[in-house]
């Protein structure tokens, strides 16, 4: 059986009705060990205190925001290759899981950002990149809603995902590419220490629960995407129904 076949709208409802409460069970089991464990019972950071603990909402969600992008970006090209109408109505789904990611990173970034920078806000490559990922997903959910048309308004939108896509490797990388950015490079996948390494890495006592609160996102994420796909695909069904009863 080829794998297009999944993105078949009888197929994907079918399978995805079992799948679902099991990604949402294991999505709430994650972020209940991951955020109870890092919030109670990890210490204290020496240099940022408690302060630090904000890592496990932080980090998962500015992960999920570019992330979210990038299953956007794939599912329209899909369309635009497949035109499987599935794709196009996930990535439609993704939006506005994403817009909530990418509010919850900027949030809990000025919450962090306050005591360490000594600012809740700065103008940090990796900030404006990210506060323009930001406005790219409004402007995507926007365009969907604005054309009636839901083909057109498929392809305009996958073209508006594609150059969002430059603000979302930005939004990855900025930190490597302006030195003076305030954001420090990669730590969370560099976990533990090596003598004579002086690059910041993340201790493993807040590692391990951080990665629990990573998948816990990534499952949440995954569970809310296949949901609101699964209502795009009845109200596109309804939509047509409703055109074929004002024909007859």
Known sequence: MSMWE?????????????????TFALAGLCLAVGLIWGFFFT?????????????YLHVPAALMAINAWVVMLVASLIWV????????????????VGVVMTLIALFTGGIWGQPMWGTYWAWDPRLTSFLILFLF?????????????????????????????????????????????????????????????????????YAVPLFISMAGFFLLFLA????????EIRARRIRALEARARRA
């Open 6 to 22: 999944y993105a078949n709208p009888k197929r994907f409802m079918g399978w995805t009705r079992p799948v679902l409460p099991w």
């Open 43 to 55: 210490p204290d950071d020496f240099r940022q205190g408690s302060t630090v603990k904000i890592i």
């Open 81 to 96: 290759v497949r035109r499987h109408h599935v794709s196009a109505l996930a990535a439609r789904a993704a939006a506005p």
């Open 137 to 205: 997903y409004l402007g995507y959910i926007a365009l969907w809603e604005a054309i009636e048309d839901p083909d057109t308004a498929a392809d305009l939108t996958a073209v508006l995902c594609m150059v969002g896509s430059v603000f979302a490797f930005l939004s990855r990388y900025a930190v490597y590419f302006w030195n003076q950015g305030l954001h420090q490079g990669a730590s969370v996948l560099r976990a533990g220490a090596v003598a004579g390494d002086t690059e910041e890495r993340v201790s493993n006592v």
């Open 224 to 231: 809310l995407v296949l949901m609101r796909t699964r209502t």
